[in-house]
């Protein structure tokens, strides 16, 4: 049968290369198609009671017609104090700014995205060292553990500082949580709370 195939593939080789070919791509598509669906099949999937959990969309914040995840932090407050409401998490979909840090004598930089603090328990995530009791005592961050690890060396690095990029003060490591599911709504792996004493106009990706 060998011998067969080899004797086909040299007598015709164009056709042959192209069901060779044709095969290749097939399978190719299949497997894109396959994960794609999978992807979507398990997106928030992480999210503890994921099957009670919706993305909050308004209509006419950008267009007249056009339906948008932007979502005021003054509305996510308010949802918050909402009856039926149990609980909501307010991200933003783009890094607010870049933090630096210095180790082993080589610079690195990851962006930092803002949430608010009650995404963190929203999405399942576990305070592993430090307290987010602390995020607003001093400009501080929230890390991951894959973070933490990466950049600072160790999963226990509450306390540890890094630079801002945009020259602004350092900010401090307030809590190291939990790695994030990177099939969810909720972008990044550092976070700078949300204060919700500050005055904020700002639009966030929300969901309750």
Known sequence: MIKSLIYMFRKFRAASLLNLLGLVLAFATSYLLLTQIEYADDYNKSVPGYQRCYRLELR?????????????????????????????????????FMCEVLRDGSRHTFPVYETSRESFAFFGLSVLDGSLDSVFACPSIVVTEDIAMRYFGTEMAAGCKAASCDGSDSVVVAAVVSNLSCNCSM???????????AQNDDDFNTMV
């Open 60 to 96: 006419g914040i950008f267009s007249d017609s056009a339906w948008c995840t932007w979502v005021s932090y003054n509305l996510f407050q308010k949802l918050l104090d909402s009856p039926g409401v149990e609980g909501a998490a307010a991200v933003s979909p783009a890094s607010s």
């Open 187 to 197: 972008q990044g792996q550092a976070f700078r709370v949300i204060d919700p004493a």
